[in-house]
């Protein structure tokens, strides 16, 4: 895995940021995008572009075969089952607010429990929340331990005969700890509960397949993985996009329209009402062809490595604080530093081209609970090096020496 | 403008070492702000006399070194003017954060003005705009004693 190379395909790299050389370690925010994406977005629209599934002419043809084989890819990536196992969405966000919403309404009653946990984003909690209002359910939230990881003893001990979905992250994406996502499913399996997995800091480091993990539903976030903004994956196990209600309604789901009533369309075509973000789901192939050339085994290698040494590096920093302990750390490391608030941290490091972020990133539940107002967090993407640690670590000193003079 | 100027001496003496930083014994009005993105708090306390003038003035708060630098020197400066000129104040201070380049108001002294200009870097940094600007919000809501916590994401 030659990191040049990679880095050269991303073209942001080439420019400078306020007269820096770019050092970005907000991937788990978002990534940046290769070229070959970039251009993808720019052919489309320039040489081929027609709305997909719909008109009978040539460009129309052409453009749902490669909208069509996004999801191929998709499922192969992700080695689920069946291609209608893949649903479009316009982010992360709105596939777990499409099992929230369709889950809710035909499952779920007063007194019904949903099993979150303490790490979770906003993204995985205010979904859910909605149905407190609605449906009368209750949301327990499993614990994190010292080191911030959740353990299945966490996850069983909240489990009770109404818990009706475990809904859980992958990654954490504060304390970095990378959950035991196969084993928590078999054990909500086991119990006859269905699990969803918020996947947004897992699919783009780390390999998955659905088939083995088993899980019922997995979120993804595409600008995450090198992808277009705009555009997001639901995976679902086909039995239950079979029975769920449609989520949304308009143009594309159906089968027929009558005043007397609809019947729906068949999948994946249900869950993809109106003009979906075709140029993004075709440029996204290109990041899944981008991840397979360099293969996501290597690259969750690679950043393993880079992690641990940034931990390495952080930990030597007797100013820093990391947040988390995890004994399985994703591309993740958040910290405080000796009295010096976040944002004046993020500020002083952009200042070097340092790009960080700082605030309570979507988890305020998990902030509360560490009872800190704000963190600094540094992720990894695959153009990362040790470098850019190195060059992170300077920053933070020449954040302490502004402060203690 | 650099990073210097935005963490020059003064902001990080305030920010670090905020004056009047404590719950008064006495005030009749007060005020919450919170800024949920970063989880910047100042709670303004307002001691006003018969004849409409801040006798007392103190906060308790936690954030970053600019929004507790803004509250010390902000507290530092109100006390003992007349209600109407601390609004007046107010406005110009926020004026001068978001677009003007200097202050208009004609009653501060030049050792205040320049307090008050060394927080003027933060324009350059828009997304710090409202951690200079949560405790003058929060102030504004403790003179009218309209009981509304500011929220710094549904003003500025």
């Known amino acids: 895995m030659n990191i040049d190379n990679i880095k050269k395909q991303f073209p942001i790299f080439n420019y400078k940021i306020k007269n820096n050389d770019l050092v970005y370690l907000d991937s788990a925010n978002s990534s940046q995008k290769p070229q070959v994406v970039v251009d993808r977005i720019y052919n489309f629209y320039t040489k081929e572009f027609a709305n997909v599934g719909r008109s009978v002419h040539y460009l129309a043809v052409a453009a749902t075969n490669l909208y069509e084989n996004t999801r191929l890819l998709v499922q192969k990536y992700i080695n689920a089952k069946d291609p209608n196992e893949i649903v479009f969405t316009k982010g992360a966000t709105e596939a777990i607010n499409l099992v929230a919403n369709t889950f809710g309404q035909k499952f779920l009653k007063e007194g019904d429990e949903i099993l979150l946990t303490e790490l979770e984003h906003h993204s995985n909690y205010v979904p859910w929340h909605y149905l407190r209002k609605i449906k009368g359910i209750k949301i327990k939230f499993a614990e994190i331990n010292a080191d911030g990881e959740i353990t299945i003893e966490s996850i069983e001990k909240n489990i009770t005969l109404k818990t009706k979905m475990i809904a859980i992250t992958h990654v954490s994406n504060v304390t970095g700890a990378i959950l035991p996502i196969k084993e928590i499913t078999k054990l909500a399996h086991k119990k006859n509960i269905p699990i969803l997995i918020d996947g947004c800091q897992g699919a783009p480091h780390l390999k998955l397949d659905m088939q083995d993990i088993d899980c019922d539903f997995y979120a993804i976030s595409c600008h995450k993985m090198y992808g277009p903004t705009g555009l997001g994956i639901l995976y679902s196990k086909k039995k239950w996009l079979d029975i769920l209600p449609p989520y949304q309604g308009g143009g594309g789901m159906i089968k027929e329209v009558k005043k007397e009533g609809i019947i729906f369309g068949d999948l994946p075509n249900k869950y993809e009402a109106g003009t979906m973000a075709t140029a993004q789901v075709i440029a996204f192939g290109e990041s899944i062809k981008f991840l397979n050339q360099i293969g996501i085994e290597n690259i969750e290698k690679y950043e393993k490595k880079l992690i641990m040494y940034g931990e390495e590096v952080l930990r030597k920093n007797n100013s820093v604080e990391l947040i988390g302990n995890p004994k399985n750390r994703g591309s993740v490391l958040a910290f405080t530093l000796d009295g010096i608030h976040a944002h004046d941290i993020a500020t002083i490091l952009d200042e070097d081209g340092v790009a960080i972020r700082a605030g309570h990133h979507c988890c305020q539940i998990l902030h509360d609970k560490l009872g800190l107002p704000a963190t600094a967090r540094a992720s990894l993407g695959v153009y990362n090096t040790k470098d850019d640690i190195d060059k992170l670590n300077m920053s933070i000193n020449k954040c302490k020496k502004i402060f203690d003079r | ?156």
Request: aromatic fraction near 4%; glycine fraction near 4%.
């Open chain 2, 1 to 156: 403008m650099n990073l210097k100027e935005l963490y020059q001496e003064i902001i990080l003496d305030h920010g670090k070492n905020p004056r009047n930083l404590k719950k008064p014994d006495n005030f009749n009005k007060d005020a919450k702000g919170h800024n949920p993105l970063c989880g910047d708090k100042v709670h303004v306390f307002l001691k006003i006399d018969e004849n409409k003038k801040i006798s007392d003035i103190a906060f308790e708060g936690s954030g970053c070194a600019i929004s507790m630098a803004s509250a010390s020197i902000m507290t530092g400066l109100m006390k003992e003017k007349k209600e109407s000129e601390v609004k007046e104040l107010i406005i110009d201070f926020l004026e001068m954060i978001k677009k003007n380049t200097e202050l208009h108001s004609k009653n501060l002294k030049e050792n205040e003005k320049t307090k008050l200009m060394s927080l003027s870097g933060v324009k350059q940094y828009p997304m710090r705009v409202k951690c200079a600007t949560l405790a003058w919000h929060t102030l504004t809501s403790a003179i009218n004693n309209s009981q509304i916590e500011i929220n710094s994401e549904s003003i500025d």
